[in-house]
């Protein structure tokens, strides 16, 4: 297939191109540079492969949680390409999309990205079964619900996984859970491409027009209004 995959959903972009069997992908870690680096990445990545935006089956992105900003750009661009050519659009939850690749491990899988103020996005899976949905969490809030888990042993991804282990450790001393990870970051936007296929084969209905980004928490502007209208 010929498609195209954009995660926008942290300070990196990442955007991979497939036609066929030929894949390409690019990561820019570039802070608040995206808006002014998506569209020319994307004509770049596509290149590679020699596609055109007209030729594409399907397009897919990491649809929430993440950056307010990041996440209405990627929308914009790919729900651009679905108005011009008709391209389906899937989307996918960014903490999925960052847990995929570890999903037949033989215990449970801890997915997690700094949401800043001491809390972190978190979904736990038990291989295909999601134990704990997509949250806003505080440290001590997930970290008793780690420990009424069975397991004693537990696998943590996304961003920010280090950094959520060395919270835990720090913070909470009692947790006598076991937590490990790898080092480095795996692309997931290869990721996205096996997850919406699988969601083409059983026939699950690409976004509507109406639906975008998956937020968890409001933006700071609009908890500063709301903060307003209550006082």
Do not use: W
């Not at 291989?127 to 780690?146: L, R």
């Amino acid at each position: 297939m010929k498609a195209l995959a954009i995660d926008t959903s942290l300070t990196r972009i990442t955007i991979c191109a497939k036609n066929d069997d030929n894949t390409a992908y690019l990561t820019l870690d570039i802070g608040m540079r995206q808006s002014e680096k998506l569209l020319p990445s994307i004509e770049y990545v596509l290149s590679q492969v020699d596609l055109k935006t007209s030729d594409l089956d399907y397009t897919v992105l990491c649809k929430g949680p993440g950056s307010f900003t990041g996440l209405r750009l990627s929308f914009s661009a790919l729900k651009a390409i679905e108005l011009s050519h008709g391209t389906p659009l899937y989307g996918v939850g960014t903490l999925e999309a960052y847990s995929y690749a570890y999903s037949s491990l033989p215990f449970p899988v801890i997915c997690a990205v700094d949401a800043k103020k001491n809390r972190f996005y978190v979904r736990i899976n038990n291989g295909t079964e999601n134990i704990i949905e997509d949250g806003d969490y505080e440290i001590d809030a997930i970290a008793e619900k780690i420990a009424g888990l069975e397991s004693s042993e537990f696998f943590v991804c996304g961003s920010d996984a280090e950094l959520f282990i060395e919270r835990i450790k720090k913070d909470i001393p009692s947790f006598n859970k076991k937590l490990f990870c790898l080092k480095g970051k795996p692309n997931e936007t290869e990721n996205l491409f096996a997850i919406a296929e699988d969601m083409i084969a059983k026939k699950i209905p690409a976004l509507k027009d109406f639906e975008g980004p998956v937020y968890i928490r409001a933006s700071e502007a609009e908890e500063h209004l709301t903060s307003k209208a209550s006082s």
